[in-house]
Every structure is written in C-alpha cells, then in structure tokens.
C-alpha cells in the first residue's frame, strides 16, 4: 500500500507539473496539489506505521490499536485543513468548482472515518485501517482524475 501511495504521489506531481509547464499556479490548482501529496504520503506514512509497532512492541492487537488511533487523528487534521483551506480560497473569491464533490468525497468520509478508525482503536482493527488507507488513495486519485479531465483542480 505504501508502495502504491508513494508511485501516485510521485506520478500525480509529474503529470500535473507537465500539465501546468507553460502557465502560472492558481491557488485552486495549489490547493488540489496540496491534496494530492497529503492524501498520497499519508498512504505512504500510514501504510509503514503498523510495522513499527509491531516490530517494537511485539504485541499485534496494541500495534493495530495504535495505528488505528493515529490515522484517527489523520483523518481529523485532515477534516479541519480542507475546510480552513476551503474558508480561506472562498474569501478569496476561488469557491470550489464542484462542492458537492468536496463535501461527499472528502468532508463527509473524513469525519466518518475519523469516528470509525477512533472507535476501532479501542480493539485494533485491520479491517478499518485498510479501508482507511484506501479512503485516502481514493481521494487521491479523485483530485488526480479532477486535474487530468479539467485540466483544473478544485480545492478540494
């Protein structure tokens, strides 16, 4: 999963720096950047956190609770970073282009997931960080497919 998050960041700044070679940066098109390199080196983070645990504490149910807490709280900065980004490009009259988009492909599954990963840190779950760490590269590839097809990001 690591591996995976770490090619798509890696690829999604390629692409979209060949995309924008002749043009000046928008504070959407950042802000959709921003997104894409958060999302993708969190997979990469959070795909390795487990393992260090693991390996130091021996202890595979404490390993999973903690993991699983700490992309609670992930998902939880993310939460308050999209919507102070979002507050900050609307005063500054660049509103997102799709906000339907914004609010069921990243606010409502982040505050979801932030809840879920928290209560399935009482108990260590494999299940529930997988699906967390696929959340996030599908919010990846969300602002990647909006930058490819538009030409032009949103801040989501």
């Not at 390993?63 to 709280?73: D, E, G, Q, V, Y």
């Not at 399935?120 to 497919?145: E, K, N, R, T």
Request: glycine share 8%.
């Amino acid at each position: 999963m690591a591996q995976v998050g770490l090619g798509f960041a890696g690829f999604g700044g390629l692409i979209v720096t060949l995309l924008r070679e002749n043009r000046s940066w928008s504070e959407r098109d950042l802000a959709g950047l921003k997104s894409i390199m958060e999302q993708s080196l969190g997979v990469v983070l959070f795909g390795l956190v487990p393992f260090v645990f693991w390996y130091g504490l021996r202890n595979e149910q404490m390993a999973w609770r903690i993991s699983n807490a700490l992309l609670s709280m992930f998902f939880g900065w993310q939460f308050v970073i999209k919507i102070l980004r979002r507050r900050q490009l609307v005063k500054r009259n660049h509103p997102p282009r799709y906000p339907r988009l914004f609010i069921s492909v990243y606010l409502v599954p982040m505050a979801l997931m932030c809840s879920l990963e928290m209560r399935a840190a009482l108990m260590g779950s494999l299940f529930w960080y997988s699906v967390g760490l696929v959340l996030l590269l599908f919010q990846a590839f969300v602002q990647f497919w909006v930058f490819l097809t538009r030409n032009v990001a949103p801040d989501v």
